[in-house]
């Protein structure tokens, strides 16, 4: 939906918020005594996580005291119609085990529509970021800012794609849909987290999705996709975070996959 408001300070903080966040996380990365809990869910929880969210939290608070923020460890507070959309260690596994891709990813949602993202890769020196209306860019590892533009490829039977694992779309029940999927693509891959968007908003993928995903994981990616001239929906096509799956493409390829994932 259209917007005309100048996103250009949130944009800033976004980036601020960032180098926060690095120097936490970094800070224990890879730390041979690193303190790693189960949450009630099963999933892995570090020292890390938590103090990058608070550090994040803390500089919200203190610049933008009346928005809310919705973290991934912390939860929700405030009701603002800004929200700020936290997960500040997308990819906790690769991190406790000293695998140097995750990312953490900053969003601002306004009435319920990310408008601003950031996705930072401080361990292997790589940021991308963008707002409604300002494009969307990185930083590469030598320093270097270039504006992102999705790739041209207008044929399936051309493109490349990442679907992060089997047993995800196995437990959604998307198997025969994956199979149609990577049967009709050139090359496909399952990068995981949220580097894979990335690499679509480079023009380096031209299909990203995935299932069992929570608003934290995917706020920050949608601007970035989006102002990269790609398209970015829910698995049926809808334009919401609700749904719990994202499907991501160069856009001109967008229906034809629709179509693909959905043929019975």
Avoid: C
Avoid at 203 to 230: N, Q
């Amino acid at each position: 939906m259209p917007f005309d408001g100048d996103l250009k300070a949130d944009l800033d903080l976004a980036l601020r918020l960032a180098d926060a966040a690095d120097a936490v996380s970094m800070s224990r990365f890879d730390a041979a005594d690193l303190d790693i809990r189960l949450k009630p869910d099963a999933s892995h929880v570090t020292e890390a996580d938590l103090a990058t969210e608070r550090a994040i939290r803390a500089l919200l608070e203190d610049e933008r005291p009346r928005d809310g923020i919705f973290g991934e460890e912390y939860g929700i507070t405030g009701d603002s119609s800004r929200q700020w959309i936290i997960d500040p260690i997308d990819g906790t596994a690769n991190y406790l085990k000293g695998i140097p891709m995750w990312t953490t990813l900053i969003a601002l949602s306004i009435d319920g529509v990310p408008r601003v993202g950031v996705a930072s890769q401080p361990a292997i020196g790589r940021r991308w970021w963008a707002a409604t209306g300002l494009g969307s860019w990185t930083r590469t590892a030598a320093g270097q800012t270039q504006r992102l533009r999705v790739s041209d490829v207008d044929s399936i039977a051309e493109s490349s794609v990442s679907f992060q694992s089997i047993a995800q779309w196995r437990d959604a029940g998307k198997l025969a849909a994956l199979e149609r999927l990577t049967s009709s693509v050139w090359r496909d891959r399952g990068y995981g987290d949220a580097w894979p968007y990335m690499l679509l908003a480079e023009g380096r993928l031209e299909l990203v999705a995935e299932f069992d995903v929570k608003e934290y994981d995917i706020a920050a990616l949608v601007p970035i996709v989006t102002e990269a001239g790609g398209r970015f929906t829910s698995f049926d096509g809808n334009d919401t975070l609700s749904e719990r799956s994202s499907l991501a493409t160069n856009r001109v390829l967008h229906d034809a996959y629709l179509e693909l994932l959905h043929a019975t």
